[in-house]
């Protein structure tokens, strides 16, 4: 088990980068990014399971959740046609502890978010990786986590739900 | 702490607000109150982003104005250049950026897209994309701690 996809899961993957003149966040063909972004999601909600699973003791378990629509500006300007972002629920039994709903990929200040939302707070995720690079590096920010952010780790996960 | 650190923590403070709204929205399976409570969480923080922007362009003149000062000691021959940019009272802020880092570097461009979002919401665009607001804070800080005024 890793906190994170390790270096080799992005070589698997043939992404097409074309380079465009203009600001930063044209230097990458926008349907790469959707594609390797809905790649990262699916990896987020592989590890998180792989999280609750390690200790079965704690009862949690994960399911997914109706996906979320995107369409964001870029898209549509380089006509990528809409996409849908996986979002999963962390349960213990049958009470829900936390939905993680993808907010978006093009955020200023992060490679992506993912809202959390919790019966007591709706801290975030945000990928503060560069675009294409490995390892992933989800941060949490909100919530009680401090507001400078602390990296997302299985015991932090686990603090998380046990709050609920 | 910095002063975008320092304003990242108020960000805190008023973002339990919209949190609450949320929580309320989703307990209840109220898809519209929470769409509502997540657009106002949006407008939030693109207010928040506006003053943090505030205090970075304060720090990029500061620094920009030791780097002028500090280029500017010595015969004039080795100086003249750079007593141009001196009492200059208007110079593009990318200008100032590309003197304080190099050209072209990812912090480069990361602050030219920091100054691309600014304007965007500044001139009134109907801009959709969303801030990671603690996030842009440390960037922020961490840019600015990389400025060379030597």
Redesign the interface.
């Known amino acids: 088990m890793t906190d994170a996809p390790d270096d080799e899961s992005i070589h698997s993957h043939k992404f097409v980068v074309q380079r465009f003149d203009g600001p930063e966040e044209f230097h990458l063909d926008p349907r790469a990014r959707v594609d390797e972004w809905l790649v990262r999601l699916d990896q987020l909600r592989q590890m998180v399971e792989e999280w609750v699973q390690a200790d079965a003791s704690e009862g949690f378990s994960v399911h997914p959740a109706r996906p979320v629509k995107m369409l964001e500006e870029l898209m549509i300007k380089f006509h990528v046609p809409e996409a849908e972002m996986p979002a999963f629920t962390v349960r213990s039994g049958s009470r829900e502890l936390a939905f993680f709903r993808p907010n978006a990929l093009w955020v200023v200040g992060a490679n992506g978010r993912v809202d959390i939302i919790t019966p007591t707070s709706a801290p975030m995720l945000v990928d503060t990786s560069q675009p294409f690079t490995r390892p992933v590096r989800w941060v949490l920010y909100g919530g009680r986590a401090t507001a400078q952010g602390a990296m997302f780790t299985r015991s932090r996960l686990v603090d998380l739900l046990h709050e609920q | 702490m910095s002063v975008f650190?320092d304003i990242?923590?108020q960000?805190?403070i008023t973002?339990v607000a919209?949190?609450v709204a949320?929580?309320a929205a989703?307990?209840a399976n109220d898809d519209a109150a929470f769409d509502r409570a997540?657009a106002a969480r949006e407008l939030n923080d693109q207010a928040y982003?506006l003053f943090l922007f505030t205090r970075l362009e304060g720090e990029i003149d500061a620094a920009f104005e030791r780097l002028v000062a500090n280029k500017s000691v010595g015969p004039w021959a080795d100086v003249r250049a750079w007593q141009v940019w001196r009492d200059r009272d208007r110079v593009d802020l990318m200008a100032k950026v590309e003197l304080l880092l190099e050209k072209g570097r990812?912090e480069c461009?990361?602050l030219?897209?920091?100054h691309?979002?600014r304007n965007l919401i500044a001139h009134g665009d109907q801009?959709?994309?969303?801030?990671?607001?603690?996030?842009?804070a440390?960037?922020m800080h961490d840019l600015v701690s990389a400025f060379v005024t030597v």
């Open positions: 650190l990242v923590e960000h805190s973002d919209f949190e949320i929580i989703y307990g997540f982003f990812r461009e990361e030219r897209s920091f691309k979002a801009w959709k994309t969303k801030f990671a607001i603690p996030a842009v440390q960037r």
